[in-house]
């Protein structure tokens, strides 16, 4: 089971971290993405990273803002997200892939965990 959390409410320029956290297995081997899906719009790919940490991949629209990382001793990714403005809201979906390759389509996850909501406030 993967959950998401941290998700909140920041005025823009600010700063929050999202957390994709594993039990009942191990996300070693497996390549994580966030996904994002705002009200009214399709569910879109926003970063992944693959198992090892090494290769990571960024929309466009978060290029330079957000950074993915994991920490796979505490079975755990991460999303930070800086300098965030009103058209980040949405809710954020973290979610593993058997194939340890970064690919962001949502086609190529297979476990997906609860969304965390971010509200950014103008």
């Known amino acids: 089971q993967l959950q998401a959390f941290g998700g909140g409410l920041v005025q823009a320029g600010g700063s929050l971290r999202l957390s994709c956290a594993a039990s009942?297995?191990?996300?070693?081997?497996?390549?994580i993405g966030w996904f994002r899906q705002a009200p009214g719009k399709e569910r879109e790919g926003v970063s992944c990273?693959?198992?090892?940490?090494?290769?990571?991949y960024y929309a466009d629209s978060v290029k330079g803002r957000f950074t993915i990382s994991r920490d796979n001793a505490k079975n755990t990714v991460y999303l930070q997200m800086n300098s965030l403005k009103p058209e980040d809201t949405a809710v954020y979906y973290c979610?593993?892939?058997?194939?340890?390759?970064?690919?962001?389509?949502?086609?190529?996850?297979?476990?997906w965990g609860q969304g965390a909501q971010v509200t950014v406030s103008s």
């Open positions: 979610a593993a892939s058997e194939d340890p390759l970064c690919f962001i389509a949502t086609m190529r996850y297979d476990y």
């Open positions: 009942g297995f191990t996300l070693d081997y497996y390549a």
């Open positions: 990273i693959n198992s090892s940490g090494g290769s990571t």
